[in-house]
């Protein structure tokens, strides 16, 4: 049952098999592609297995299934990971080899490198459905300062520096992450401000910059679904409005504000709701929604989502807004 469905999806992401292998895309997205328990990546030339079954012993066979097909029609596949969702220890929800030895540590998408750890976390260390943002970020940034918030392994403040940002602050509690960042820093070139890389709570931070009278032309802000710590709490289901509106001093008049929401219970209208009352007062405006990839909301969806995303195309809603200072 499932070689078809993997015949279809690898044959709709030919285009984005480049000959030496060094991009990174979904190869097939179970839920809306007719196995909602897998989901598969590849990254560079290492195939990233995510298995979301509740009962993760249910799909070993299947894994194998998979695996043995894919090594044969993507021969250039040199190493393979599973992740388990409900796995028992953390090696197995960050990852555990299923063949080969050396795992991708870099990628690059538009022309532009990331340096990747696959076992770093339980996803895979960078997004692949904000890679349209990634290039919004390239091209619309030339000269501009900007922050980068909850910034995890930087990748939004990496596009930007590619695309001539004049000045990029990457912000997130854990320095490991951040270590990540300067490593694709150093792919491209790009030389590191240590001042720049801020390992330290949101809200912290957020209020430092408020006193000092720090601003930038663009503020990215990326939260996680749902965090807490001493100093405040992020909801992206119910409070993403007030996270939005603890960013909007800092930033200058005619810049940006580029908010994601990822709450898949969340539906794409009433996210619109949250930021069309952000924009009533006139100082806010909507200048466009920013789509994930097809390959990663799948091709021919036949699954059915759990919350309605349109007008977004996906529960990672990206909108990017102008704004105005009195």
């Known amino acids: 049952m499932i070689i078809p469905l993997l015949e279809k999806a690898t044959a709709s992401r030919a285009p984005l098999m480049d000959p030496k292998h060094e991009t990174a895309f979904r190869l097939f ?14 990254y560079g030339s290492t195939l990233v297995i995510h298995n979301y079954a509740d009962d993760p012993s249910q799909n070993q066979t299947l894994i194998q299934e998979v695996t043995t097909f894919l090594r044969t029609s993507l021969n250039w ?45 339980r996803d895979s260390s960078l997004y692949l459905d904000t890679r349209n943002l990634r290039k919004w970020l390239l091209e619309n940034l030339k ?12 990748s939004f403040g990496v596009a930007a520096k590619k695309g001539g940002a004049s000045r990029v ?88 504000l580029i908010a994601i929401n990822n709450a ?31 390959d990663f909301t799948g091709y021919n969806p036949l699954g059915k989502t759990v919350t309605d995303p349109a007008p977004f195309n996906h529960s990672t809603k990206i909108a990017v807004l102008d704004v105005k200072r009195k």
């Open 29 to 42: 997205n179970g839920f809306n592609e007719g196995y909602p328990d897998l989901a598969l990546d590849v």
């Open 77 to 121: 596949l040199q190493a393979g990971l599973v992740k388990t969702r409900s796995g028992a220890t953390q090696e197995e929800k960050r990852g555990k080899l299923l063949f080969g030895t050396e795992l991708t540590r870099k990628i690059k998408e538009h022309e532009t490198w990331y340096a990747v750890n696959l076992t770093l976390n």
């Open 143 to 154: 000269d501009k300062s900007v922050l980068n918030t909850f910034a995890y392994t930087g």
């Open 169 to 256: 602050v990457q912000i997130d509690l854990n320095r490991e992450f951040l270590n990540l960042a300067k490593d694709s820093y150093m792919l491209n070139g790009f030389p590191i401000q240590k001042g720049d890389f801020i390992s330290r709570d949101f809200f912290e931070q957020v209020g430092n910059f408020k006193r000092d009278k720090k601003s930038f032309d663009c503020v990215i802000i990326d939260p996680p679904f749902f965090s807490a710590t001493s100093k405040g709490k992020v909801d992206q289901e119910k409070e993403s409005a007030r996270l939005i509106n603890k960013v909007r001093p800092l930033i200058n008049d005619g810049g940006y």
């Open 264 to 294: 898949l219970f969340l539906s794409g209208q009433e996210y619109m709701q949250t930021l069309d009352a952000l924009c009533k007062d006139g100082y806010l405006k909507i200048r466009e929604l920013v789509p994930a990839p097809e």
